[in-house]
């Protein structure tokens, strides 16, 4: 597996599209991305068919970390919610998403259980209590190169400048990434930039839709961040084409008129590899004992 951390020390910004299974992640790495983001939202969306207000568990999250990790060797930013509780539930996720695979571990200084940034009436927990899971989750982690991604939602709770000082708090507690979600102007994002770049990676967080203006990933890096992450444009584009493809179906009775929009049987499976997965299978075949 690629090293995340070595990675952000590059000027060039990552831009780490959001996947919620094996498909997309192998799908968005034969694309050329060097990472991937994992979203709670995105598994949310597809694995339980609801919104980003806390519903899908660690568990749910760690076993499809588990099964890209064997899918792709390609990092991953794992959105770890609030840590699914307090400062030992945090340090347990991390022990949980680090064995399944995670380059990254996005943690998040909202009440538990948390909904998505770009909705309303977030609750936040205090900064000491944010600080000390950051710790907590540090000092159980394997590797130092599994990296903390501290994100505060303070922004839409306590105002701009409550967020710029938690977030300059969560640093000094030994986060490895700073994350200020949705900044609504790009004066924000300026300030953001002028305020740590250059001490420590930044990420952005384009939702299209949500309150921070779309910003391309070379605009971000002239503001100063290291980082962008899409994380559910994925689903609101098969969403779309999902709703069109079974209300032709239900028209038409057939996939005729939509075969120009949709993989056949083989070309499903040369994305998949499926002849060299085959292949690989075959030297195992009567293996002499």
Known sequence: MNN??????????????GVFDALTASIATDAGFEALYLSGAAVAYTRLGGPDIGLTSANEMADTMALIADRVSTPVIMDADA????????????????????????????????RCGHLADKQLISTGEMCGKIKAMADVRRSDNTLIVARTDAIAVEGFEAAI?????????GAD?????????RQDLTQIGQRFSGQVPLLANMVEGGFTPI????????????IAIFPGGIVR?????????????HANGSNKA????????????????????????????????
């Open 258 to 289: 939509f075969a120009d929009r949709m993989f056949d049987f083989n070309g499903l499976n040369n994305i998949l590899g499926t002849e060299q997965i085959l292949e690989r299978g075959k030297q195992y075949n009567d293996e002499q004992i």
């Open 83 to 114: 840590g699914f509780g307090n400062a030992l539930n945090a340090q347990r996720t991390m022990q949980l998403y680090e064995r399944a695979g995670a380059s990254a571990l996005q943690l998040e200084d909202q009440q538990h259980p948390k």
């Open 177 to 185: 990434v700073l994350f200020i979600e949705a900044p609504q102007t």
């Open 165 to 173: 000082s938690r977030a300059d708090a969560y640093l000094n507690a």
């Open 237 to 249: 584009a098969l969403a779309r084409t999902a709703q069109d493809y079974y209300a032709n179906l």
């Open 4 to 17: 995340l951390a070595t990675r952000l020390k590059q000027k060039e910004i990552l831009i780490a599209p």
């Open 215 to 226: 910003t391309d990933a070379a605009d971000l890096q002239s503001l100063g961040f290291s």
